[in-house]
């Protein structure tokens, strides 16, 4: 639950592209401190966009977008060592010769600047982000020798080892099997009671976060619905987005298509 109505991120109709494409359009959207949100929308929808404008890497292209107390017009801002990024995977080579915990440790250096080497107060401080993630005993292991799941949890520290405010996590389940996914994902709703931290989850697993998120946003392009997972999650507000991949089923969970299949 937040802690308190103090809005962190704060997108007040923004909109953001690429040459001759707009990925987001008009978007208003405030997320308090404290907060556990949930993004969801079809492949395409402007997701990860999403994620580049919330680290600074994009400017809109019309509107505002305010980050902290940082108008993030311009690009290069300083507010991206306070949010602990994961990536949506895909570029893991699984021979990389590196540790877990030399993974972990470069996290770090974002916090310490070009010139500075990692000391053992780092050290410290990788290795506490690697309990929370329950990784501690593999620090040796080589990355490349974890299963799936495993890597998720080793990139998640890595991302806390920055001792951010802000956890951005850009489908951290897909390609897992169920059991990592449900593993990932009650780390995450841990890591958001434990550390306080806010979180901003993008993921296809509504059914697995439903019961977990303070709010759920639901975007394709625009920003179609905000707000308590029960008001989102009806027919009619999502077949607007999903059209007919959305299945409801008659114990009324819904379905959505798995849409990692067609990325
Ligand atoms: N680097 C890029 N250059 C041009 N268009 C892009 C680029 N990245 C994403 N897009 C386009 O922006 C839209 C939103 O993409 P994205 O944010 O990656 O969606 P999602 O993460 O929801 O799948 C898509 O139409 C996509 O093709
Ligand atoms: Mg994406």
């Known amino acids: 639950m ?22 987001l359009k008009d978007i208003s959207l405030s997320i308090n401190a404290g907060e556990f949100v949930g993004v969801i929308g079809p492949n395409g929808s402007g997701k990860t966009t ?34 602990g990024y994961l990536p949506q995977k895909g570029a893991v080579d699984r021979n990389f010769p ?9 996290g770090r250096y974002g916090a310490l600047g070009l010139f500075t080497r ?3 107060k780092d050290r410290a401080i990788a290795m506490e982000a690697l309990s929370h993630v329950e990784m501690d005993e593999h620090k040796d292991t080589a990355l490349g020798h974890l299963s799936g799941g495993q890597q998720q949890r ?15 996590l850009d489908e951290p389940t897909t390609g897992l099997d169920m059991t990592a996914q ?4 009650e780390l995450v709703e841990h890591l958001h009671d434990e550390l306080r931290l806010t979180i901003v989850l993008i993921t296809h697993d509504i059914n ?16 179609y619905a905000a707000g308590p997972p029960v008001d989102v999650l009806k027919p009619e507000i999502l077949s607007q987005v999903y ?21």
């Open 182 to 185: 449900h593993n990932v994902i």
């Open 208 to 223: 697995m976060i439903r019961s977990r998120v303070d709010r759920l946003v639901l975007l394709k392009t625009r920003l």
């Open 50 to 83: 999403l994620c580049r404008a919330i680290l600074g890497l994009m400017a809109p292209v019309e509107g505002h977008l305010h980050i902290f107390d940082c108008a993030c017009d311009a690009l290069r801002c300083h507010h991206r060592a306070k949010i």
């Open 154 to 168: 080793v990139f998640i520290a890595r991302a806390l080892a920055q001792q951010p405010k802000v956890l951005l």
């Open 2 to 23: 937040s802690d308190s109505l103090e809005p962190i991120i704060r997108f007040d109709h923004a909109s953001f592209g690429f040459p001759g494409v707009i990925a």
């Open 118 to 120: 990692p000391g053992s």
């Open 243 to 263: 059209g007919k991949d959305l299945v409801i089923t008659d114990k009324d969970l819904i379905i959505v298509e798995d849409y990692h299949h067609h990325h």
């Open 98 to 106: 590196v540790t877990v915990l030399e993974t972990v440790m470069m």
